[in-house]
């Protein structure tokens, strides 16, 4: 199973661009690179998934460089609601669930 | 994106009694659905992965005595904690895979947990 590593916690404010890096050395070939949002009480919610090179939605942007032993994902300008705990999870897509290991996250606060 | 419901939302009950909760795929099949729990200010730490139509495999240190699960369908899997103490109390989550490709990226959908406190 692959191993992420990322900052325990984040500070920010409201309106600057927030990226949060993990780092995964044992990446596999076949993994993907998946993160997810949770706020308290909830159930995490996917954000973004990518292979290689750089993946970008209406939400945030990831970005891999060529080795894959690490992975960044950026939110552009955050608000007081991105307040959550960031999970950046490794696998095979084919067996996701049993291969996801959700380490501590990052724990990112906006602050006005 | 798929929706995963997951009920109850929030339960109370009394130390020996047992709790069912609910995890259905609304909208897609899911051949396979998992079941954590969390700890306040804790990470997510899978405790069964259930298929349906067999046994579901439990994480170590996991009691399947303890935790039932079954996933009679495709579309639903329910967690028994059975004999509920108050250490069983915490935040229990659902996810299931979807059978086929249905979102480019999303494979894996999350319930939005159940909060389990036992008097």
Not at chain 2, 14 to 22: F, L, W
């Amino acid at each position: 199973l692959a191993k992420t590593t990322q900052p325990i916690s984040m500070d920010s404010y409201e309106g600057q661009e927030v990226n949060i890096t993990c780092s995964h050395n044992n990446i596999a070939t076949n993994d993907y690179i998946t993160w997810y949002q949770q706020f308290p009480s909830q159930g995490p919610r996917f954000i973004i998934q990518g292979y290689k090179t750089k993946v970008t939605n209406e939400v945030a942007s990831l970005f891999i460089p060529a080795d894959r032993k690490s992975s960044t994902l950026s939110l552009p300008r955050v608000s007081l609601s991105d307040t959550a705990v960031y999970y950046c999870l490794v696998g095979d897509p084919d067996n996701y669930g049993q291969n996801f290991v959700f380490g501590p996250g990052t724990r990112l606060s906006v602050l006005p | 994106g798929a929706v995963v419901s997951q009920h109850p939302s929030r339960v109370i009950c009394k130390s020996g009694t047992s709790v069912k909760i609910e995890c259905r795929s609304l909208d897609f099949q899911a051949t396979t659905m998992f079941w954590y729990r969390q700890f306040p200010k804790q990470s997510l730490m899978l405790m069964a992965t259930s298929n349906e139509g067999s046994k579901a495999t439990y994480e170590q240190g996991v009691e399947k005595d303890k935790f039932l699960i079954n996933h009679a369908s495709l579309t639903l899997s329910t967690l028994t904690v059975t004999s509920a103490h108050p250490e069983d109390s915490s935040f229990y989550i659902c996810s299931a895979r979807a059978l086929s490709d249905r979102d480019a990226n999303e494979k894996l959908f999350f319930g939005s947990g159940t909060q389990l406190s036992v008097l």
